[in-house]
């Protein structure tokens, strides 16, 4: 992580500690542990400046300012679906900029966020990778995302989805750290069956969260049904090949109970054939699991293009056929692109679709 010009990053950031990290600082202060709970649930209502505590003393509220800072994150750029969804491009402290993308559905409100700045995976179909990586995002700035979007659209938000900017197991301890703030009692109080994490397959990590035994929904980019096909798309196939990805869902899913979404972007040509809706089917015999489709968005400079709608409804047939279940997702925000990726670039200067 950046360094502040005195503190180490991880000294100053307030709202990245747990309540019992902060109940034991602030005991090292010479302070009661109810003060560590007020100012975490004031952290956790969103504020962005210790002078908003009211109900700590001006004296306190000073010295924590000295020894601290609160993360937030500053609405850049919003653009508002016709269909209600909201697109955010966020403003972090060191000028980085990162994207989520708030959604409304019968059962409440969710929104998808970010965990890096850019992301080191370099998918084909993907525009985030093309710009890069840069850092790891805090789990304060994870955590921010959600209350700043919150704020700003007057909701309360039900869903989190970690299915934006970066691979979430590649900034494995922040992610952790997020969650465990997020799903607090004394936090937003959002409950690990409403939370999703997205991955590309770093297989290691999966094993670890699957001993960890929480409740949240693993959806994993899965893609192809082959090494062929998958190692050309998605690099990360090269370390973890599709046999050891799917053994271990295999084992995720048997220590935790939970179904496995596998993500597919139907690619026209590539990967939407009847002979891979089949190879499929074969692979996720036997795995708690459900393929959610995707129709892949147009990326500059790959040629990709979106499976027909015939194909796509054929593809869901054959799987269906052999007992996988299967849907097409729904489109959200397509007219303001709401997928992540395009916002950031255009503010570095590219101009690249996202996916």
Known sequence: MKEDAVTPWEAWDIKSKTLKELQEEFAQKGLPKFRALQVFRWLHRGVGDFSQMTDLSKDLRQDLAQSYRIVTAEVAQKRVSKDGTVKYLFRLFDEE???????????????????????????????TGKSGFSRNLAASEILSQVQAASQDAGVRISHIVLMGMGEPLDNYENVLRFLELVTSPEGLQIGMRHISLSTCGIVDKIYDLADRKYQLTLSVSLHAPNDAIRSRTMPINNRWNIGELLQACKYYGAKTGRRISFEYALIQGVNDTDACALELAGRLKGILAHVNLIPVNDVTGTGYRKSRIEQQKRFVSLLESRGIPATVRRTLGSDIEASCGQLRRKVEGGNDHES
Do not use: P, R
């Open 97 to 127: 900029y990162v994207e989520s993308v708030l959604m409304h559905y019968k059962y409440g409100t969710s929104i998808c966020i970010s965990t890096q700045v850019g992301c080191k995976m370099n998918c084909s179909f993907c525009a």
